[in-house]
């Protein structure tokens, strides 16, 4: 059983900034792309950030510049951190990831894995 367990959502002003943090737990071999999205009160769940096993990192336009998307791959942990943050970044963040794990029978690997989300309010 894998579990992605995201933390560090909250309440800032705008301009504020935040630090969101995925920890990856249980019996995983590999952890392959991992990304963040979002997904705000009446819209869809749309792309934040994604990087690669190897740190190659994409940006949604909306926040380049002002986000910054890190991993630490010996903790199995995925940050974002959100700078110069705007009234609109407000929603609940999701973290995703395909990753490989010790199965029954052997090694699986699990793609579009998502976590519960943690909430990010931003006040004008």
């Known amino acids: 059983q894998v579990q992605l367990v995201e933390s560090g959502g909250g309440l800032v002003q705008a301009g504020g900034s935040l630090r969101l943090s995925c920890a990856a737990s249980g019996s995983i071999f590999s952890i392959n792309a991992m990304g963040w999205y979002r997904q705000a009160p009446g819209k869809q769940r749309e792309l934040v950030a994604t990087?690669?096993?190897?740190?190659?990192?994409n940006y949604a336009d909306s926040v380049k510049g002002r986000f910054t998307i890190t991993r630490d791959n010996a903790k199995n942990t995925l940050y974002l951190h959100m700078n110069s943050l705007k009234p609109e970044d407000t929603a609940v963040y999701f973290c995703?990831?395909?990753?490989?794990?010790?199965?029954?029978?052997?090694?699986?690997?699990?793609?579009?894995?998502w976590g519960q989300g943690t909430q990010v309010t931003v006040s004008s």
């Open positions: 995703n990831a395909d990753f490989t794990y010790y199965g029954a029978g052997g090694l699986r690997t699990e793609y579009d894995y």
């Open positions: 990087i690669s096993s190897g740190g190659s990192a």
